[in-house]
Structures are given as C-alpha cells and as structure tokens.
C-alpha cells in the first residue's frame, strides 16, 4: 500500500525514488504566489469540514442508512489501481463500454472498508449495488469554474459545491495560480486516459492509464488557498497550507484540476 498523506509527508522533495514507488508527495508551494488572505465573509462563515471523521449516507429517501468513515488518500489510490481496465478492440475498429458492474463491485468492496453501520436491511444481505452507491455518494459535487471568471487572472477559483439539494449546502473555494503555458500542456498529456497497446491476434486494445496522482501533484503544485473549509475547526491559513491538501480528497483534487484546465482551454471557442 502507498505511503499516506501527512502533514509530515507532505512537503518532502519530489524525487524519482518517490515517484516509481507511486507515491507523489506534494511539492514545496512557491511563495511568489502566495497572497495575504482576504478576511473572511458571510459566505464563508459555513465552513466544510475537510477532516469529518464519520457520516450517514441516505439511501432510496431514507429507507436505508449507512455510517461511513472517510477515506483517506491511500484507501483511494489503492482503489483507483483497481479501476485500471484494458478494452479490446475488434478488427473493424468497434469496442464495448467498460462494465459499470465491474466498478461497482469495486466500490463495494471499498466500501467494505470503511462501513461503520447500515440501518433499514434488517436480516438481509446488503446489495453490492447498495454498497457502491453508498460509497460513490461520498464524492457526489458540483465542481467547475464560473463562467463570468476571467482565464488570464493570476488565480482562478474553482467551485466545489457540496449537498444534493437545490441549494448546496457547502461552497467551498479552491483558489489555484494561472498555470505557465508549457505547465497546463504538460497537465493536458497527462490527462490523455490510456494508450493503444498490441492484444491477442494482431489486434489492439486500450489500456486505461491512472492519472490521479499525477492530479493530486497539480493540485498541489497550482493551490494557492482553499476557502469555505475547515480543517481541525480551524480556517484556511498559509502554515496550514500542506494540512489542508492532504485532507481533500484525491478524488476531488482531481476533479478540481480537471474544471481548471476546462475552463482554461475550452472556453476558448465558445
């Protein structure tokens, strides 16, 4: 299993050694980006708890509940391997869509991991769909970058909203520097997905290549701040900066990175 993210862990020297062991430890923030923090406002008096430690996930209107423990960055990577697929592709180009039944037997089995209680099933068995959609739940958020924000600023925020309702019920804001030119190209290639590799018969297939902690370098490498959160009941501040990292979860660093290079170069034709 990959070394976890700490606070101690999370500003040593990005080196090779780390990288072909799979562990991507955040980098050094380069402080000629760092700005003095803007004082809180009435928006961000609602602070989500990035560190919660248990939560009761809903299920069919309440019929069913499940208290879950939050995952942490190893249990993630661990499970992004095992997302990793390979698709065949038949000799007159065609291919089928990756099972969504396969993930889900992954995610049950993660959610196995971090099952404290589930209420409503009485003597019967937990459904492995259940368990999945239990478990993806957790990571259900609006993220994107508001269309009126201007691709040239030095920091752009991305929007993380948190809540099924028709109001979120947490906005949180990931304030990220204006990558270089040859840095968003550089995320761009990594963001590819897979490559065609040689398969049975002269044939082809596409082996889905993991890019989250590639993602959750850049996140590290582009944050700045993170507003509207709270880690230890405490704000966002510059010395807290590498807690803060480790505790959003890597699937939403790399969610969070994606909308910036979204916004950075797909608006470009609208």
Known sequence: MNEQFTTETANKPLNQETLDKGFEPMPIYDEKYQKTQEPMNSEESKLYPLDWKTTDVKLAKG?????VSRPLADLMIERENEL?????????GSYDLPDETAMEEVDAKYYEKIKINAEGYGDRDIPTLHKAKAFQSLFVREIYVDDDCDIFDEEIEVIE???????????????????EEKELRKIRQSFRGGKLAPDKRGRQKFVEKSNLRKAMMYYSTYIVR??????????FSPERRAEFI????????????KALVEKLTGSLLD
Do not use: M, W, Y
């Open 63 to 67: 019929r069913f509940t499940h208290t």
């Open 84 to 92: 990793n697929t390979e698709t065949p592709i038949a000799k007159d």
């Open 161 to 179: 909203e948190v809540g099924s309702g028709d109001e979120a019920d947490f906005t949180i804001g990931h304030i990220l520097r204006q990558p």
């Open 226 to 235: 993170i507003k509207g959160a709270s880690v230890g009941d405490e704000k």
């Open 246 to 257: 480790a505790n959003v979860n890597p699937l939403i660093q790399r969610r969070v990175v």
